[in-house]
T-cell receptor, first 113, second 113 residues
Framework: SQTIHQWPATLVQPVGSPLSLECTVE??????LYWYRQAAGRGLQLLFY??????ISSEVPQNLSASRPQDRQFILSSKKLLLSDSGFYLC????????????FGSGTRLTVV | KNQVEQSPQSLIILEGKNCTLQ??????????LRWYKQDTGRGPVSLTI?????NTKSNGRYTATLDADTKQSSLHITASQLSDSASYIC????????????FGSGTRLSIRP
């Protein structure tokens, strides 16, 4: 069966420090991978998605970047965190094709101080 | 414009009571609709998925309906339990598009003893 792993679960980082959040998927190949951010009490905002290794699409301009070095690995990064980067980050995967839904990771609570 | 609107924004009911959450969408071409349950600080977990031809889908005490003509869906929770307290998110997928997954803003459900 397919599983998705996201870590760390919580993270407190100072302003200006770098960030690396990792997400891996098991039990499937060539998934579509996504990074979302969810502000408190708000809906999910798509940050990046990837349809294959090295292929990254950005939905909103921001201080973050994403990379997909392997088929089932998706990394969210920042060189210098801002206070506004605080939030709940969710990784998700979806099968290729039109009729698949999402499976989400357990999320990372990032607090920038 | 592709949109998903949920109502009510929040709901408080007593334990043991039933409730119904609503989702209206304007998404084309439609692929599928999913209801997710998101506990506080956790990633969303899929409850049901329905395609164009499906009208009703049940998962235990959760029953989702879909009217593709009026582009409306509902999630009915029977005999609510305290553990049902969570946000419920309606998500509609655009067919054959890697990025076009439209999220509703969710309904925050609180079950009181």
């Amino acid at each position: 069966s397919q599983t998705i792993h996201q870590w760390p679960a919580t993270l407190v980082q100072p302003v200006g420090s770098p960030l690396s959040l990792e997400c891996t998927v098991e039990g499937t190949s060539n998934p579509n991978l996504y990074w979302y951010r969810q502000a408190a009490g708000r809906g999910l905002q798509l940050l990046f998605y990837s349809v294959g290794i090295g292929q990254i699409s950005s939905e909103v301009p921001q201080n973050l970047s994403a990379s997909r070095p392997q088929d089932r690995q998706f990394i969210l990064s920042s060189k210098k965190l801002l206070l506004s980067d605080s939030g709940f980050y969710l990784c998700a995967w979806r099968g290729q094709g039109g009729n698949y839904g999402y499976t989400f990771g357990s999320g990372t609570r990032l607090t920038v101080v | 414009k592709n949109q998903v609107e949920q109502s009510p924004q929040s709901l408080i009911i007593l334990e043991g009571k039933n409730c119904t959450l609503q989702c209206n969408y304007t998404v084309s071409p439609f692929s599928n609709l999913r209801w997710y349950k998101q506990d506080t600080g956790r990633g969303p977990v899929s409850l049901t998925i329905m395609t164009f031809s499906e009208n009703t889908k049940s998962n235990g005490r959760y029953t989702a309906t879909l009217d593709a003509d009026t582009k409306q869906s509902s999630l009915h929770i029977t005999a609510s339990q305290l553990s049902d307290s969570a946000s419920y998110i309606c998500v509609v997928t655009v067919y054959s598009s890697a990025s076009k997954i439209i999220f509703g803003s969710g309904t925050r459900l609180s079950i009181r003893p």
